[in-house]
């Protein structure tokens, strides 16, 4: 079995996954799990070779980008004659290292497991909603949308948070709950000061940079903020008048759709203009191009707010 994906919290959870159900099926299975880095040559036979009482074992090896040449020779030879009853996980990060590995796998046709990174917010309110049905809790859009700009920028964490929540409350989870829980942190986002921004609501969104940055925000992935944030709205704004199959076709979550429809009332096509030049500009001022990259911000913080309503 190969796990392959740069998502680590997915590929611990696809392993552990294996050897529950390798469990399951003998209590008494033999379990052992090395780094690829730290391989002994000739200690892939040893492990896999028939125990005093054959028992069934699973193998789980680590890291296998980070693999010996020794590691990768022996279990591209190890892949022509398998040993019985014994499962092999390989666990594969990124990059390119041990191609003919990878390739004998696919040839083989090995089952491969994806656990590819979620970087879009579409994919991690999917997976703050997966993780709390697992749990038997719902929470609504607002909270969903919240909790992911408040700590979405790494999976486990996120995962922490539905645990916590689940753990601590009761009945459906309002904004209300992720605020009480996580106001700070959401405070010092670049997507609370987007959204404030535009919604024309300027001297929000100067208080809000100002304590993100106070806080050690850095001034790009504000910038960034602003920018995903008007692309949303361009997006959405050039097809809004070709119907619902238009909109679903643009790979956005519902409740972005939603929102930006309503955002999008008070904007016309020559202050969204204005407003996607002025984070332009900024975001060639805050990687290098200014001296002050915490003025560039809040001057563009400034410009997309005076745009919303012209």
Known sequence: MLVRGAEGLLADRAIDRLIGLAKAADPGVEVTRFDADQYTPGALGVLTSPSLFAEDKVLVVDGLERGTEELLAEATTYLGSPAPGVVMVLRYATGQRGKKLLDALKAAKVPVVACDAITSDSDKTAFVGAELR???RRADGQAVRALVDAVGSDLRELAAACSQ???DTTGLIGADVIERYYGGRI???GFRVADAAVAGQAG???ALLR?????GVDPVPMVAALAMKLRTLAKVGAVRSKGQG???DLGLAPWQVDRAMKEL???TPEGLATAISAVAQADAEVKGESR???FAVERAVLRVAQASGS
């Open 134 to 136: 697992r749990a038997g």
């Open 204 to 206: 929000e969104a100067v």
């Open 265 to 267: 009332r008070r904007w």
């Open 187 to 189: 405070e010092a986002t």
């Open 292 to 294: 002050d990259p915490r």
């Open 165 to 167: 929540l689940v753990a």
């Open 211 to 215: 304590h993100a940055l106070a806080t």
């Open 246 to 248: 238009a909109l679903r």
